[in-house]
């Protein structure tokens, strides 16, 4: 899938960012979405819930944690000062509308919304960074479809890895009597982010640094905005207030840290990695003190 997105970014003149917010990070939220919406359907609101919180929490400690500790990965100045922001606005969104106890109809759509937003601005940088001066490689431009193959089955195979994983995890995770809160935040929401982790992971030793920075902050964009805006406007689920003293917080937290190291020197280094890493092991022994 990295080698269709940023084969085809380059087809199309588009910058490799661009295409690692949108494309790369709707797929790799794909589990998350069917995971989220199938839970909440189900009556399991707390693993839907779960789900997302630990996946957003796992996205930044684990799957950046682990890519930067691999290889530093240098960060675009546009993201920090747009698209990090952005997502730090939806993490205390999403934390803002849960305090009342309930994820309803109104919040989906305000959610929902707000995915729409951060797309037309996409859309809107796409066109700005597209590079009208580079000439496209006739052999490049004549395997778009090759690279959309690609990109499909990539998507695919990350999807149906995820399922089967997921699938396992919930159901060892039950028969051994953990609470649905507990299986989402840790198990599921590991399981629905080995998408993001591979991808990124694979990016950044590719040299796709604008990929797998990309990837993180849209995945987690997609799974505040689409798969929460989607289940509540569907779906309309109630939420476990003992989140909002560690889990809600901590989200939100890793997201302005994220931030934070971003800003200086542009580069996610070794050692900001090891600590992004440690803040989710953090996450994950304080959850399971907590809640399980």
Known sequence: MVRGAASLALTFSVH???IGLTIVAFATSA????????????????VSLGNIIGSNVCNIGLVLGTS????????????????????????????????DGRIGRMDGAILLAGLVLFLIIGIARARKFKHRNDAVPEKESNNKLWFIFLILTGMAGLTGGAHLIVK??????REMGLSEIFIGLTIVAI????????????????????????????????????????VGLFNP?????????????????????????????????????L???????IFIGV???RIM
């Open 168 to 173: 396992s995890a919930i159901y060892i995770a």
């Open 68 to 99: 930067a500790m691999i290889r530093p990965l240098k960060v675009d100045q546009q993201i920090i000062y747009r698209e990090i922001p952005y997502l730090i606005g939806t993490s205390g969104l999403f934390w803002l509308i849960s305090m």
């Open 191 to 230: 399981g629905t982010s080995l998408p993001e982790l591979a991808t990124s992971v694979v990016a950044g030793i590719r040299g796709e640094h604008d990929i797998s920075i990309g990837n993180v902050v849209g995945s987690n964009i997609f799974n505040v905005c689409l798969v929460i805006g989607t």
């Open 287 to 289: 959850s399971c003190l």
């Open 275 to 281: 600590f992004f890493m440690l803040g989710f092991i």
């Open 16 to 18: 490799p960012l661009i």
């Open 31 to 46: 589990p998350e979405l069917f995971v989220s919406l199938i839970a909440a359907i189900s009556g399991s609101s707390g």
């Open 237 to 273: 689920m109630s939420v476990n207030m003992e989140l909002m003293q560690f889990e809600f917080p901590a989200m939100f937290v890793l997201s302005i840290l994220f931030f934070i190291f971003a800003r200086t020197g542009f580069v996610i280094n070794r050692l900001e990695g």
